[in-house]
């Protein structure tokens, strides 16, 4: 059993910055990638940022330049440090961990509760 615990959302205004974490415990070998995604109600999932290997990032289009992702393979954490922040970031932000229970090649998705972000104008 894996479990991903996000912290870090809240409230603030255009401009301003936030800084997401998640920590995943539980039966874990390795993670082969953590991210976040983010929903709006009505709408569908969508990929903010992902990390592989440590090192290896992805952006969404919409936060490259503003928004950071990094992570501790070591404690099994992904950060996101959101910068110049707008209207349009307010979204529940989840974080994701592809995780291999054994050293089998085998992995499986999971995602945390979920995190509130709003940013207003």
């Known amino acids: 059993q894996v479990q991903l615990v996000e912290s870090g959302g809240g409230l603030v205004q255009a401009g301003e910055s936030l800084r997401l974490s998640c920590v995943a415990s539980?039966?874990?070998?390795?993670?082969?990638?953590m991210g976040w995604y983010r929903q709006a109600p009505g709408n569908q999932r969508e990929l903010v940022a992902t990390?592989?290997?440590?090192?290896?990032?992805n952006y969404a289009d919409s936060v490259k330049g503003r928004f950071t992702i990094s992570g501790d393979n070591a404690k099994n954490t992904v950060f996101l440090q959101m910068n110049s922040l707008k209207p349009e970031d307010t979204n529940v932000y989840y974080c994701?961990?592809?995780?291999?229970?054994?050293?089998?090649?085998?992995?499986?998705?999971?995602w945390g509760q979920g995190t509130q972000v709003t940013v207003s104008s």
């Open positions: 994701y961990a592809e995780v291999r229970y054994t050293s089998d090649r085998l992995s499986f998705q999971h």
């Open positions: 539980g039966s874990i070998f390795s993670i082969n990638v």
């Open positions: 990390i592989r290997g440590g090192s290896s990032t």
